[in-house]
Structures are given as structure tokens and as C-alpha cells.
């Protein structure tokens, strides 16, 4: 085993500031992307007026096609 | 059996096979996201030289290599897009060029953060640094030169020869390293001295790099969707999903 305990795991060595500084960093900016890609997909099929029920008729329509 | 894969050039049917393809890459995403960390935190050891600071390394060189990789195939399908004025390489195209703008990030951002405690400063004006930031303008500038222009079209080609000519940095970025004397250590795999180390590190490593793959694909096929239902929103087939038509 590597590490001692949890606070020696979030200590990293000394440098858990820099491990964690770049790794929550990284966390952030792939969840804000998800967060936008999703928002702008909502937004979208509401101007669209793409209701719950035509997204379950597009799943239909592949499987019959 | 045969697949016909032009259907597939078509925006309408790629928008459902794209709807179907993304749960699965998500799903993978996260299996091998979870192995990754799993294998950077608790099985790859403390690295002889630079202690528990080196495991910035499972996010730092997937997010480089992804980086430079998305670049070359955003201008790949927009030179395609030029070409052979294919609509939907174009909007394929427009659709990586913010996850690569955010990988780019990542890579600098992780660099920096992995420089200061080993090189002491946050950042240098050196080849392979400054190659990286010109790679982050350029995405930038692919974006904001298609955001600038009303005509989709328009913005697809002026987006593709914005991207082409920016082609010539991947190299620059690729071989900085070899090219000038540089801050930034060389190839990060030979590092490592015992093998044994090295294959964990590698692996865990190899596993990010596919976490970062399986993602990409995940985020960038969502993104396609969003911008093919929009570029798309006058057509029948977006009227009959809307059920105007029947």
C-alpha cells in the first residue's frame, strides 16, 4: 500500500496542492462542459418544440426503420 | 455484412446513430476513467525523482496528446468539409473544436501546475509551452471566426482554412522537445528507471489516455447532435420529429 492514510493520501507527498490544484481543476472543466452541452441541448428542443414524446417516437422510428 | 456508410454522411441519419452510440461511449468513459485514477492513485508507486508530484502525469499528457490529436482531425473533417463541401464533416468539425480548446487548457493549465513545484515558476517562455498556447488561439480563433459568421456555410469554410493552416503546429508542438532546449522533459515514459515502475505508471497512463478518448467521443458526438438539429431545424425531418407532419 502506497499511503498510510487518507491524510497521507491528500498530502500527496507535499505536494497535494499541485496534485489536487490540477486534478479539481481538470474535474471542473469537464463537468461545466457536460453542464453546457446538455444545456444547450434543452434549450435547442425546446425552440424546436421537441417534446419528451417526439424524442420517444424518434426512438421508435429507428427501431421500425 | 455490409454496411452502408454514406448513409451516414447524411445529418439526419447520423443524428440517430449519434443518439445511439453515445450511452455506450459514456459508459466506457467512466469504466475506464475509474480504472485509470484507481491505477494512478493506489497501484503506480511514488515515482524516485519526483515523489506523489509526477501523478499530475494521468491527466496532464492524456489531455496533451488529446489536445493535438482533436486538432488534427477537427481540420481534417473541415478540410473535407471544404473539399467536397460535405455539410456534415463541417459540422463535425464545429463540434471538436471546443472540446479541444478545453483539453488544450487542460494540458497548460495541469503544466503549470506541475511546473511550479518542480521547476519552480509557473510557466516559461519556452518552445514547447508557447507551441501548446498558440494551439489553445488557434482553436480559439477556428470558434470565434465560425461564431463571427451568420452563413453556416461561410463559417465552415472560413472556419477549415483557419484550421489547415494551423496543421503546421501539431509538428512543432510534437517535436519542440527534440528541436530546442526546452524546460520540459523529453519523452515522459523513459523516466522511469525500474521497469517495474514503469509499467504501472505506463498503464495507468495508457487507461487515461482512453478515458479521455471514450470521453471526447461522448461529448463531441453530443455536441454534433446539438448542432445538427439546429443547422437542420427547416428541414422535414426535423418537422416530423417535432410531429407537424403526420
Known sequence: ?65 | MSINWYKYAAPSSFYFLAGKLIPFFTVLAVIFLVAGLYIGFFVAPTDFQQGEAYRIIFIHVPAAWMSMFLYVVMAFWAGIGLAFNTRLSSMFATAIAPTGALFTFIALWTGAWWGKPMWGTWWVWDARLTSELILLFLYIGFMSLQAAIDDPRRADKAGAVIALVGVVNIPIIYFSVQWWNTLHQGASVSVMQSPKMATAMLVGMLVMVLAAWMYSIAVILLRARNIILERESHTSWVAELRGTTR
Open chain 1, 1 to 65: 500500500m502506497i499511503w498510510d492514510s487518507w491524510s497521507d493520501f491528500f498530502n500527496m507527498g507535499g505536494y497535494g496542492l499541485y496534485v489536487w490544484g490540477s486534478y479539481l481543476a481538470t474535474f471542473i472543466c469537464v463537468i461545466g462542459e457536460i453542464l453546457m452541452v446538455k444545456r444547450s441541448a434543452r434549450t435547442l428542443r425546446q425552440q424546436l418544440s421537441l417534446t419528451k414524446e417526439s424524442i420517444l417516437r424518434e426512438r421508435k422510428d429507428e427501431a421500425t426503420s
